[in-house]
């Protein structure tokens, strides 16, 4: 039983990384951490040449990432939120898979769970990741969301500009409430005087948001792991009767 994981985080031990291999070792398999920062996989160039040999032809550390990946039981792919949306590493990894999908579907019923960790919008990112990776053919046995550590946290000047990210996710500039006051309210204080965009006006109480602290998000990460390893045991079991026609 073989499980990957694949963190598109930059940062050096990372929420999502925390996420993504507490999953790992929950499954109890022989699991591989790959951090795709690390490494050099670059984004779809839409040549088409992987058409009809499911194969990418740019020439990067996709081609052995992608050997791995088709190996694996199943995989967990981890990002942080970047503009509301996937990091850079990660958008480009899955834009890849591609290369897997045409006409064969080689990645039809692997299993799959993702991790996405941000301030404000990470739930999208879990979406995006899912349906991503469901239209590649990929079965997702969890998706696991966490708020993790504002970057104006531990940027310098965070508690008095005008444009951070509680600013910017804020009811006040984008009519929607994400909460990220309310989810923050033990790390944060927004004081009064602040004004999205005009005036920034914040006392950090606590500067690091682990997700290791935080019992219910890492059950969570365990549960899916367990939910991982019953997954591939029951279709591993579904394999081997259909092998011996029993
Ligand atoms: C370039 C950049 C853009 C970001 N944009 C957003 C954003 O749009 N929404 C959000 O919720 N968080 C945003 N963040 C904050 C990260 O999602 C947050 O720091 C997260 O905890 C990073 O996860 P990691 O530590 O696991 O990498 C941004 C961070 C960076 C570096």
Redesign the pocket.
Known sequence: MKVIGISG???KE????ALIKAILEATGAESEFIKLSEIKVGPCIACMKCVYTNECIINDDFKWLSRKVMDADAIIVGS?????AASAFMKAFIERLYSKRHIKLLMRGKIAATVA??????KMVAEWMGNALRAGGMEIAGSLTAK????CFVCGPGETCNYT?WN??SKELTGMDFGVGEAYKEHLEILPDNKPYAHGSARFLKSYRSVKDEPQVMAEAKRIGTLIRERIESSNRKAGNLDCGC
């Open positions: 985080s930059p940062t990372s929420n999502t990384d942080p939120t970047y503009y509301g960790v941000g301030v404000a919008a990470e993790g550590t504002p970057c990210v910017a996710y």
